[in-house]
């Protein structure tokens, strides 16, 4: 070969290195990873520095790579890029923690916000039935003893008192008369509209006869009285009997009619919660 043709291979050589573009591994990392950080959302609000300077060092490495400088200067730009990328990518890491932790406050504060809320409003719910419950309870307390006034019972010491007298049943007899169903039947309406309350059921006698035979029939006739009560549907957990003979009279046993007064059945009420203020006359 002359030295012509030499000197036109060598140039051909020349020029075709000259339009090939060297390539580096460490710049397609850099480049992947700037353009990584660069579509991130929180790019520029948190890392607008570090993104521009890796852009830059990028910029440099391509055009570094282009003028076919030394590989090691290339790299070395690229290095900077890719650097300066992972640099920006770790601080939108900590804005977007930081943007996590504030929502979930602000989450945190909404729960706990309407969650006072709502104890507020329990609070008011319960404030209001406890009212209309109050209400409720002095109305029946006031139906309770309007019902009492109508069974024509009286306040005494021992609560109020309801009197049966010995018309309802036959002379030295316990068995009631048809007579007394009108009177039982108020009654035991009473005991059904007021739940809570009990009875003490009391019979009396005038001092005609022995003191074991009027106690005997005192009882009888108090227990007459539970007998009808349970009849109308009175549970007997809530009666009480107790036969007091001739011991209490009301008045004097020397008149038929002082006698007729003596002979007698009293209901005694107990209060609303079911507690008798005194078991004895």
Do not use: W
């Amino acid at each position: 070969m002359n030295r012509t043709i030499l000197s036109a291979v060598l140039v051909a050589l020349a020029g075709g290195c000259a339009t090939t573009p060297m390539h580096s591994d460490r710049l397609d990392e850099a480049r992947a990873e700037v353009e990584k950080v660069s579509v991130d959302p929180l790019a520029q609000q948190a890392a607008g520095k570090d993104v521009e300077q890796a852009r830059n060092d990028l910029q440099r490495a391509e055009t570094a790579l282009q003028q076919r400088q030394p590989p090691v200067d290339v790299d070395h730009l690229a290095y900077l890029a890719l650097r300066h990328a992972q640099a920006g990518e770790a601080r939108i890491a900590e804005a977007r923690a930081r943007q996590q932790v504030a929502q979930a406050q602000e989450e945190r504060n909404r729960v706990q916000l309407h969650e006072r809320d709502q104890e507020v409003q329990n609070a008011r719910s319960a404030a209001e039935n406890a009212k209309s419950s109050a209400a409720a309870a002095q109305s029946e307390l006031a139906n309770a003893r309007q019902e009492l006034q109508d069974l024509q019972a009286k306040q005494t010491a021992r609560g109020m008192v309801m009197t049966l007298s010995d018309v309802l049943f036959d002379t030295g007899q316990a068995t009631l008369k048809p007579g007394a169903d009108r009177a039982l039947d108020r009654l035991a309406q009473f005991l059904k509209d007021s739940p809570n309350s009990a009875v003490l059921i009391e019979g009396h006698t005038d001092s005609v006869g022995t003191d074991d035979y009027n106690l005997a029939l005192s009882q009888r006739r108090a227990q007459s009285v539970a007998d009808a009560l349970s009849s109308r549907g009175i549970s007997s957990d809530r009666v009480q009997t107790k036969g007091l003979g001739k011991a209490y009279p009301v008045a004097s046993n020397d008149t038929q009619a002082g006698r007729q007064q003596n002979r007698r059945v009293e209901i005694v009420f107990s209060d609303a919660s079911g507690k008798f203020a005194q078991t004895s006359p």
